[in-house]
Every structure is written in structure tokens, then in C-alpha cells.
T-cell receptor
Framework: GENVEQHPSTLSVQEGDSAVIKCTYS??????FPWYKQELGKGPQLIID?????GEKKDQRIAVTLNKTAKHFSLHITETQPEDSAVYFC??????????FGSGTKLNVKP | GAGVSQSPSNKVTEKGKDVELRCDPI?????LYWYRQSLGQGLEFLIY????????KSGLPSDRFSAERTGGSVSTLTIQRTQQEDSAVYLC????????????FGPGTRLLVL
């Protein structure tokens, strides 16, 4: 089955700096890669996603890049704000029926 | 509109007891997923329901775990003879249809087995 690895496990940045979280996957058949943000006591919420036929996608301060050859994808958050502090999860899926999640990155944005 | 709801929000039980966790998906959503999230870990897939199709149970960790979905809506995850290692947050998610990317997660049920 698919194996998704996520790094780093924790990330601390100063407000206004950029944050990058990286994930690798093992199954070349995976074709959909969502990113979720989980705040304390809540369920994960989709923040951005990318399909395998696209190399990069951007939504305001958030962007995701995908390298199919190397089987890795990354989340980029620019101009970080304290409200960006949360746990972020990457995931990989084929056919949207089963999603494999990374172990999560706890992002702390210091004001 | 209403999101995915789960009950109870917290459950404390004694080792060996059975527990039932409930998930109410968003109305009209045909796909429903259960995940387990251990402390500081990612989400572990448990089971997936899609409409009237047979569920994908490949993620259930043992035969003590089972789930059903009645009438294509509400789902119940049952854990029999609970063990301490079952302690985790159990998350439910639903999505509009097969092949739909976005999963909408509930707040989870925090299970503690003493």
C-alpha cells in the first residue's frame, strides 16, 4: 500500500516568515494530494490540494508543489500569521476512495 | 448548513467493555470514512462506505472493530472488548460522492480506555 512520510514534525517560525512542509509518497499510482489543517480539538480541514497533472497550485498565501518523478510534494505558507499555528497533514490518494496521511507537522508562528 | 457531527465527543471506558461511536454525515453525502488518530500521529484509515456498495474494511486493525452504515446515512463504529491501545481520537468524514476529493471531517470522538 501507499506510505506517506512528512517532515518536519514540528516547525517554529517568526510571524511574517515563510514555512515549508514536505511529504514523500511511495505509490506512483497516487494522483491526488490534499493538505489539511487541524486546529486543537477540531477535525482536519482541507486547505489546498493538487492533482498529479499539475505541478503547482496557489491560493493566496498558500501554495503546493508536486514533483511526480521524485514522488514528493510540499506546502508553502508565506507571510505567516499567528492564526496559521496548527497541525498540518499531507495525504495521498488514488481514486479518492482511500486516503493515506502523513504523520503531521505542528506549526508554531511566533508573534 | 450542518457539518459532520459525532457523538459522544468524549468517551471513557474500562478495558474489556464494548463502545459505540456515532457519525452523522452531511445530508446527501454518499461517501463516509472512519479514521483513527493516535496522540501525535497522523490519521489511520479504518473503513470507507460508498452508497450501497460493500464497504472497504481493509483498514480495520482487528476483528474487534466493526462498522455499519444504516440507510446510507448514519454510521456506527463499534469496538468490542476494548484495549488500552484503542485509546485515540476517532474521526469521521463524509464527501458528496464517489470520486469527490473534499472530505469534510467531524470533530472526532476522544476515546480513553482505562
Amino acid at each position: 500500500g501507499e506510505n506517506v512520510e512528512q517532515h518536519p514534525s514540528t516547525l517554529s517560525v517568526q510571524e511574517g516568515d515563510s514555512a515549508v512542509i514536505k511529504c514523500t509518497y511511495s505509490d506512483s499510482a497516487s494522483n491526488y494530494f490534499p493538505w489539511y489543517k487541524q486546529e486543537l480539538g477540531k477535525g482536519p480541514q482541507l486547505i489546498i490540494d493538487i492533482r498529479s497533472n499539475v505541478g503547482e497550485k496557489k491560493d493566496q498565501r498558500i501554495a503546493v508543489t508536486l514533483n511526480k518523478t521524485a514522488k514528493h510534494f510540499s506546502l508553502h505558507i508565506t507571510e505567516t500569521q499567528p492564526e496559521d499555528s496548527a497541525v498540518y497533514f499531507c495525504a495521498a490518494s488514488w481514486g479518492f476512495n482511500k486516503f493515506y496521511f502523513g504523520s503531521g507537522t505542528k506549526l508554531n508562528v511566533k508573534p | 448548513g450542518a457539518g459532520v457531527s459525532q457523538s459522544p465527543s468524549n468517551k471513557v471506558t474500562e478495558k474489556g467493555k464494548d463502545v459505540e461511536l456515532r457519525c452523522d454525515p452531511i445530508s446527501g453525502h454518499t461517501a463516509l470514512y472512519w479514521y483513527r488518530q493516535s496522540l501525535g500521529q497522523g490519521l489511520e484509515f479504518l473503513i470507507y462506505f460508498q452508497g450501497n456498495s460493500a464497504p472497504d474494511k481493509s483498514g480495520l486493525p482487528s476483528d474487534r472493530f466493526s462498522a455499519e452504515r444504516t440507510g446510507g446515512s448514519v454510521s456506527t463504529l463499534t469496538i468490542q472488548r476494548t484495549q488500552q491501545e484503542d485509546s485515540a481520537v476517532y474521526l469521521c468524514a463524509s464527501s458528496p460522492s464517489s470520486g469527490a476529493e473534499t472530505q469534510y471531517f467531524g470533530p472526532g470522538t476522544r476515546l480513553l480506555v482505562l
